[in-house]
């Protein structure tokens, strides 16, 4: 999650003694936090701690945003600052807001005035021309079910100790650098011999770190992508230099271990999707969602339809009742229903709840932000969440020396992936729309339907009941008569059917005509274009 810091006692001390505490611990940071100055975006809750720590920064610019897409039920809003601070004020920020708020102190950061502006001004979860909506239907249990008894905690355990190892995962660091390596050897070493599979690093072009991405190559609808994450990348508050301790075993070892265990399942199971799949680890996610920002900003300049994202920040400690907290701002609540609905199905007995993290907790945000539909499951309860995170505490021991609370979220992440992941194009399937009409006629009178907009593929078909004796003429692209028609039934009642087939859109007309006095019903049934 954005940067944190824990002290039990701290909590109880005054504000005024916080902020002494504050300004000491941050005072020797140099070699993290550098005095050059950055554009970041805060929530107004955020803000109002921002101006207790550092009381001369004033917002450059202010607005009021949703939190949510218009006509989302958990549409909401917030005012979003966007202001210019030193990297060192950011560290304090993000610890004060933990301290203060008891939440993750979250903010997005801008590469120019110009561009923090641009990001102010864009409504949230503005919809992308091309993306269109899965159906989320669960059907793919054949496929899911068998998958989920095979993933082990132990793997979880063995991920989180390999990534905690290195002595920090910051964005600037050596260390942080070979943990992404370390990552892409990882998964390419795990995806050996699936020529469907590959592994590849996002370059940023303004830190050394790299995003890791896996992608599995859909078969038959591979244009539409499914995207589950977790950021590689973890920090000290007090100031991240080469040889700063920060294990980051939950922040977010945990996501990325959660993540790879749903990949071992799948490749276990010779899993092959119809939608292209891509499981990324981000880069510094702890600075501002930078590494996410990117990519998302990317794959919606390339026009890529992402269908859904699934973010995992945090799967490991569990510090709250329930098992898994969906968090509705800032995500998709259509997405999330879905993901609800996928934890009933196939992990009945976890208990969930809900919550709200706030602006730019997790790069979900950054997903978000660019219109695409995003979900974040997580342990715990916002204000009950870890608290050794972003210290030197933060280790596979401080989460009891157990994984099988990441094991949750594995098996999650490995149903969302493959119930999408299983999936034709991405829009609900067109149904066929019936209309019917009641009428009488007299001897010789003839009427007149149409036309019809009839889908290629589909077919057309015409149901008449009454009394007396109607006929029923049927034609595509014209009016019907009772001599130029392609479908026809003319016997001595009113009982009569008519059935077209359409290889591609057209028009089709329907005539009835009266051969005595008649009542009628007439039924289409039809494929809409």
Not at 154 to 159: C, D, H, R
Not at 183 to 200: E, F, P, Q, T
Not at 483 to 489: A, E, L, N, R, V
Request: net charge negative.
């Amino acid at each position: 999650m954005e940067i944190q810091m824990h002290a039990a006692a701290a909590s109880r001390m005054a504000p005024k003694v916080i902020a002494l505490l504050l300004a000491g611990l941050f005072a020797g940071a140099t070699s993290a936090a550098e005095s050059k100055k950055i554009w970041i975006t805060v929530g107004d809750a955020a803000y109002t701690q921002l101006q207790k720590v550092a009381p001369q920064t004033i917002a450059r610019e202010s607005r009021l945003s949703q939190t949510n897409a218009a006509g989302d039920k958990n549409a909401g809003s917030e005012k979003v600052h966007l202001v210019e601070v030193d990297e060192e004020q950011m560290l304090q920020l993000s610890a004060a807001i933990h301290h203060e708020l008891k939440r993750c102190g979250g903010f997005m950061f801008h590469a120019s005035e110009n561009e923090g502006q641009k990001a102010l001004k864009q409504p949230i979860a503005a919809s992308l021309a091309a993306l269109s909506r899965p159906a989320y239907v669960i059907d793919n249990q054949t496929l899911v079910t068998p998958m989920l008894p095979q993933m082990q905690d132990s793997n979880i355990a063995q991920t989180i100790n390999d990534l905690s190892a290195f002595t920090n995962r910051y964005y600037t660091t050596s260390s942080g650098v070979n943990a992404s390596n370390w990552l892409k050897n990882k998964w390419a070493g795990m995806a050996a011999g699936r020529s469907d599979i590959s592994v590849s690093q996002f370059t940023h072009p303004n830190w050394a770190q790299k995003s890791v991405i896996l992608t599995i190559n859909g078969t038959d609808n591979a244009a539409e992508v499914v995207v589950l994450g977790a950021h590689l990348d973890s920090i000290n508050s007090a100031g991240t230099g080469e040889a700063t301790r920060a294990p980051g075993a939950d922040d977010d070892a945990s996501g990325v271990a959660s993540m790879t265990e749903a990949l071992r399942a799948m490749i276990a199971s010779n899993y092959k999707p119809r939608r292209t799949i891509k499981m990324i680890g981000y880069a510094a996610e702890e600075v501002g969602l930078r590494g996410s920002q990117e990519i998302a900003r990317n794959f919606k300049a390339n026009n890529v339809n992402v269908v859904g994202v699934m973010q995992l920040d945090m799967t490991n400690y569990k510090g709250s009742p329930s098992d898994i907290y969906i968090y509705t701002d800032y995500t998709d609540s259509q997405q999330n229903t879905f993901v609800v609905n996928l934890l009933n199905t196939y992990l009945p007995t976890l208990s969930i709840g809900y919550d709200k993290c706030g602006y730019g907790c997790s790069d979900h945000a950054s997903w978000t932000a660019q219109g695409y539909y995003a979900s974040m499951p997580f342990e715990a309860a916002m204000s009950q969440d870890n608290p050794y995170i972003h210290t030197v505490n933060d280790t596979y021991a401080s989460s009891g020396n157990q994984a099988l609370h990441a094991l949750k979220f594995a098996r999650l992440a490995t149903a969302y992936a493959v119930e999408l992941g299983s999936d034709g194009p991405g829009v609900i399937p067109p149904t066929d729309r019936v209309e019917t009409f009641n009428g009488s006629l007299s001897s010789g009178q003839k009427k007149t339907f149409g036309p019809y907009k009839v889908a290629a593929g589909g077919s057309f078909k015409a149901v008449l009941s009454g009394t007396g004796d109607t006929d029923l003429y049927v034609r595509k692209a014209a009016v019907p008569t009772t001599t130029t028609f392609d479908c026809k039934s003319d016997g001595p009642s009113s009982t009569e059917n008519c059935t077209l087939n359409l290889t591609a859109n057209g028009d089709v007309y329907v005539m009835l005509n009266g051969y005595t006095a008649s009542t009628y019903t007439l039924t289409l049934t039809y494929l809409p274009q």
